[in-house]
């Protein structure tokens, strides 16, 4: 077992790299008290290291957003498994949007060899995907390029969508609570989000299990009514319920197939 003061700055070194520290996940990794990883937490808020959050806490002094390259790594078997559940669903001849993200990345992978299909998307890493598919018609959503999500977002992407609708769409999240829907920690997304979620008939959130009920960031896209949630099946059932009494359609995908 780790001393108290080299689990400290593994914790520092957690909070610093996803961005958020889980008190709960923080117990089980490292075998330790609920109330131990509190204290530890308190201390390293004390020393300026770390600000407190609800449930957890957060690095200071560093961009808390995981870029595109670190989160395709994670979660890999969960994303995949989402993703190969909503490209089952679609069917030939349909227009969809595909956000930009991992998860939506993984969908797009997934839709290669696909026939009689239109995708519309903001994201580099679906263009990259489907840029040599034959079978699939591929607009993108122009506008000021976010490096840090390989991601266009601002006005131009927003006037394009006001001439689009979509029969399904599928959207990304960095967080998800049933309370008040996606979270991301750019304003300018949220905001395309939730224009991407008016445009279509049929609405997706693509969220891991790891995302459900976080709250990492302050920035919100809300989202009407219908609308489903696709994750994994090592979601928290207590959670899962929680979008299910908000009105929340929910479809969990196997991981295991």
Known sequence: M????????????????TGLASVEELSAKFEVTASTIRRDLALLNSQGRLARTYGGAMALGAHPEASLRQRTGEAFEQKHAIARWAAAIIQ????????????AGALAHELRGFEKLSVTTPGLNTLQELADSEGIEVDCLGGRLRGVSQSFVGPLAEAALERMSFDRVFLGADAVTAEDGICEADHAQTRLKELMARRGRSVYVLADSSKL????????ARLALPWTLVTDDGADPAEVQKFRDA???VEVASVSG
């Open 247 to 249: 009105g929340v359609a």
């Open 92 to 103: 030939a001849g349909e227009n969809i949007l595909i956000d930009a993200g991992s998860t």
């Open 213 to 220: 009920g976080l709250r990492p960031f302050h920035a919100w």
């Open 2 to 17: 780790l001393s108290a003061n080299a689990r400290r700055e593994e914790i520092y070194h957690l909070a610093l790299t």
